[in-house]
T-cell receptor, first 115, second 109 residues
Framework: EAGVVQSPRYKIIEKKQPVAFWCNPISGHNTLYWYLQNLGQGPELLIRYENEEAVDDSQLPKDRFSAERLKGVDSTLKIQPAELGDSAVYLC?????????????FGPGTRLTVT | GEDVEQSLFLSVREGDSSVINCTYTDSSSTYLYWYKQEPGAGLQLLTYIFSNMDMKQDQRLTVLLNKKDKHLSLRIADTQTGDSAIYFCAENRDDKIIFGKGTRLHILP
């Protein structure tokens, strides 16, 4: 069974440019998460989806970040415009359901470098 | 404090036991987790423990939980080179998983 797929794996952009990340969760997983992982830190939740609905986006900086999960499967995370401080790894995860009982499966992440 | 705390670095000889310690914050957390992250990869759930347990053993892994002190530890017996990774302690809080900064485990030959 394929795991969580993310693309691109690496992205280098200049500040003020837009960037988008794509995530394909494990088939049948209704819950999808986007995490931000800064260097030397643990992941921090940006947004959680239940099917196509964003149920927790309290940590998403909405002035420049947006996300969507059309049809409740794939998801994209966008930053516009990017800032130097956005350089980090963006992780996508999915689970069968929401709540601590359900294991989250992580993708390999997209490493973003903003110059 | 608000953070899940863990030491940042641990160096262990191959074949010895590794013990990674963690202090969490929320006494009402029902689950506590250990995740492993290898270079260039996402996180992988290694093991978890329910808050009503004191200990859980799974092959080479032993998790100890001290609820009074909010202390969690992960022991890896017979540490191998393949165990070299970053290990994250995490707790569930308000239906989210909150991660520590991770402990980088380095294996000496």
């Amino acid at each position: 069974e394929a795991g969580v797929v993310q693309s691109p794996r690496y992205k280098i952009i200049e500040k003020k440019q837009p960037v988008a990340f794509w995530c394909n969760p494990i088939s049948g997983h209704n819950t999808l998460y986007w995490y931000l992982q800064n260097l030397g830190q643990g992941p921090e939740l940006l947004i959680r989806y239940e099917n196509e609905e964003a149920v927790d986006d309290s940590q998403l900086p909405k002035d420049r970040f947006s996300a969507e999960r059309l049809k409740g499967v794939d998801s994209t995370l966008k930053i516009q415009p990017a800032e130097l401080g956005d350089s980090a790894v963006y992780l996508c995860a999915s689970s069968l359901g929401q709540g601590a009982f359900y294991e989250q499966y992580f993708g390999p992440g997209t490493r973003l470098t903003v110059t | 404090g608000e953070d899940v705390e863990q030491s940042l670095f641990l160096s262990v000889r191959e074949g010895d036991s590794s013990v990674i310690n963690c202090t969490y914050t929320d006494s009402s957390s029902t689950y506590l987790y250990w995740y492993k992250q290898e270079p260039g990869a996402g996180l992988q759930l290694l093991t978890y423990i329910f808050s009503n347990m004191d200990m859980k053993q799974d092959q080479r892994l032993t998790v100890l939980l001290n609820k009074k002190d909010k202390h969690l530890s992960l022991r890896i017996a017979d540490t191998q080179t393949g165990d070299s990774a970053i290990y994250f302690c995490a707790e569930n809080r308000d239906d989210k998983i909150i991660f520590g900064k991770g402990t980088r485990l380095h294996i000496l030959p």
